[in-house]
Each structure stands twice: as C-alpha cells, then as structure tokens.
C-alpha cells in the first residue's frame, strides 16, 4: 500500500526535471548518437558501448596542489581498489573451485 502511494506522489506531485525542449533536445542527441545496426546484426561500436559505464573506475585527474597552473595527477585509487577486489574474489572462487573438486566438505 506504501509502494502505491509513493508512486502516485511521484507521478502527481514531484515535477519533472527537464522542460519539454529539454527532453526534445535530449531526445534528438540520443538518436542521432546512436549507430544504425549492421547486417550481421549490432556494429563493434554498440557492443563497445556496452563498457562505457566501467570508465567510472577508470582514473581521474584532480588537482591536488590547488595551483591551477600545474596539470593534475592521475588519482588511480579507485581503479587500484577494484583491481584488489577483483583479485580477492578471483583468489577466494579458485579455492572455493578447488575444494568442490578434492571432495573437502567445508560445513
């Protein structure tokens, strides 16, 4: 019953963020970025796309001396903690793979 009246709040009440020449706009930069499908079905460069959320980890340039003369220094602290995630989950699957095939009961 909650999720019903939350959602009538927001469909009646919250206003939308965009004008309608905004969602016009942003309408026609969606379809005139996109690429026309190929004959073997999608391009290279819509599969590629796929991976453009993960430039999130990749690294960002901040400017951590506040001259802003000075270029900035990659900041990778990022991309260095999934790159330390991803290892441990890899590490802890592969011992998780090799227990179930040597027959050790981990309960």
């Known amino acids: 019953m909650v999720h ?19 969602k016009d706009q942003a309408r026609q930069t969606y ?39 000075r270029h900035g220094r ?4 990022l991309a260095l903690l999934v790159l330390v995630l991803a290892l441990g989950l890899s590490g802890e699957v592969s011992n998780l793979i090799s227990f179930r095939v040597s027959g050790i009961d981990l309960t």
């Open 74 to 77: 990659k900041d990778r602290s």
């Open 31 to 69: 379809e005139s970025a996109r690429v026309p499908e190929t004959q073997s079905g999608k391009s290279v460069k819509q599969l590629i796309s796929r991976f453009n959320p993960f430039a999130l980890l990749g690294p960002k340039t901040a400017n951590t001396s506040g001259n802003p003369l």
């Open 4 to 22: 019903a009246a939350y959602a009538v709040y927001v469909w009646t009440i919250v206003p939308d963020s965009l004008t309608d020449e905004e």
